[in-house]
């Protein structure tokens, strides 16, 4: 029996409304088929969180993580803990903080505002006492010296998107924390990326789509979607020299040991659903034409 978690999606961001809707049953079906049991969708918002949980409330294997985006704090401007730890606790599929973090690429001018929250969040999940999902993009030294004041790895969590420098992977490690991989890994230009890949051992790493953005080669270009994990996992699989079942066990071990559950606890892999049986191309191609 195989498991394969996207342990980051925004499910609730794919288009499920409008011309090419797509419904969530369809998503959750071909990824399955494509042998990906297990997905944790992460809410930006407030808004966002409610919609994830209505969509998680039909599926055993749609874990959820509350929080707000570093890119999304002027829409919530008077977000509070209280609200926060709320929704955290609203059920036992929220099993994550987050995402949190700090984006100077996209908007250096609230760089204040963002360190604020950080910090907030950190200390939301030490008090519910649940891992971050933290999002990280050219904000390296305020992160990082923020993860050691706040005491974050005591709450422990994961860098998702991880597009940093080695030596940023090499303090979140000593820190504890697990290091995630979309499919910008496959990405021609992210030799970067590629150097962490090979640096990060295969017992703290992750992988995710983030979908419905960065879809990896060789979809890049459409909306992402979870089935597309198999992609980023058989890409990192052949740059670690592991098959990819072995690549997908020990993510979804990984995933277990962070939020401390068991994925077979909450839903099984349909009979056949082997990775190494999958076709992928078959299924997607089909889907797609
Ligand atoms: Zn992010
Ligand atoms: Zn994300």
Not at 46 to 70: D, R, T, V
Not at 109 to 117: A, G, R, V
Request: glycine content about 4%.
């Amino acid at each position: 029996m195989s498991y394969l978690v996207d342990s980051h999606c925004h499910l609730e961001s794919l288009s499920l409304e409008g011309k090419a809707a797509k419904s969530i049953d369809e998503i959750i079906e071909r990824a399955r088929r494509c042998g990906v049991s297990h997905f944790l969708s992460v809410a930006c918002t407030s808004k966002e969180f409610e919609k994830n949980l209505s969509i998680a409330q039909k599926y055993n294997n749609i874990f959820l993580a509350c929080g707000i985006h570093p890119l999304n704090l002027e829409e919530e401007p008077d977000w509070s803990d209280e609200e926060l730890k709320k929704n955290l606790l609203s059920s036992d599929k929220v099993i994550a903080v987050g995402e949190t973090g700090l984006d100077y690429h996209y908007a250096p001018e609230t760089k204040n505002l963002q360190i604020s929250s950080f910090v907030r969040h950190i200390g939301v999940a030490l008090e519910v006492k649940k891992p971050i999902v933290i999002h990280a993009r050219e904000a390296k030294n305020d992160t990082l010296s923020i993860l050691k004041s706040e005491n974050a790895r005591d709450a422990g969590g994961v860098i998702h998107c991880f597009t940093d420098s080695v030596d940023m992977a090499r303090v979140c490690l000593d820190l504890g924390f697990y290091i995630s991989f979309t499919g910008i890994a496959t990405f021609k230009p992210s030799d970067n990326v590629r150097e962490v890949v090979k640096y990060v051992p295969l017992d703290r790493m992750m992988v995710e789509t983030d979908c419905p953005y960065l879809a990896p080669v060789p979809v890049r270009g459409i909306e992402n979607e979870p089935a597309f994990v198999r992609y980023t996992l058989k890409y990192l699989a052949d740059f670690k020299g592991v098959s990819e079942k072995e690549l997908a066990r020990i993510t979804s071990e990984n995933f277990e040991n962070l939020y401390k559950l068991k994925l077979s606890d909450y839903e099984t892999p349909p009979k056949g659903c082997e990775i190494s049986s999958y076709k992928i191309e078959n299924i997607i191609d089909r889907s797609f034409s």
